[in-house]
């Protein structure tokens, strides 16, 4: 689609406007729940994980079989061990698991946020962009406090992260959809 001059690309998206109030609601009540038990909230993202793990790594073990060459069986079988390891990890020692996903979790808070930060900046005619700009922020500063604090944090700041994140876009959502309305 080409653009006019003078036309306004969130045209289609101001008739949104309640799928941002609804889906900000939803990231709210969810970070609720996260933040009522922290631990617990880092505990069932470690097992989430591991669990995906499992069944991928699984996955790619019966694919490494439908490989008829022998060297390239032995490359996707040793791939899917990994996965199947790093599941395992995830079960068997939680902790050690908390602080490697917490690290990834930084590098992609810091990721998001300048996507965010970026997406606010396009929308930057609209009232309310300045909304999605502020949780653009808060998750790049959310990704450079998991790097400070790391290791020694990470069992209950992963699912403080999960949290915030969850409230924080949530409140930006519903901030944002409702400047659409008017």
């Known amino acids: 689609m080409v653009l006019s001059p003078g036309m306004n690309p969130l045209t289609d998206v101001r008739a949104k406007w309640g799928w941002f109030v609804g889906l900000g609601v939803v990231l709210l009540v969810f970070g609720g729940i996260a933040a009522a038990n922290l631990f617990w909230a880092t505990v ?7 669990m995906l793990m499992i069944v991928g790594g699984a996955v790619h073990l019966a694919h490494a079989f439908q490989v008829k060459a022998w060297r390239e069986t032995i490359a996707w079988a040793l791939s899917a061990l990994l996965y199947l390891a790093a599941g395992v990890l995830a079960f068997v020692n939680p902790v050690l698991t908390s602080a490697v996903l917490t690290l990834l979790m930084a590098a992609a808070l810091l990721v998001a946020g300048i996507f965010r930060i970026f997406a606010a900046w396009r929308t930057r005619p609209e009232k309310g962009w300045g909304w999605l700009m502020a949780g653009g922020i808060v998750t790049t500063l959310a990704g450079l406090v998991f790097l400070l604090g ?3 944090n990470s069992l209950w700041l992963l699912g403080l992260f999960l949290a915030f994140d969850l409230a924080m876009q949530g409140w ?3 901030a944002f959809g409702l400047a659409l309305r008017k």
């Open 44 to 50: 069932a993202t470690v097992y989430y994980v591991g």
């Open 150 to 152: 790391w290791p020694v």
């Open 172 to 174: 930006a959502l519903i």
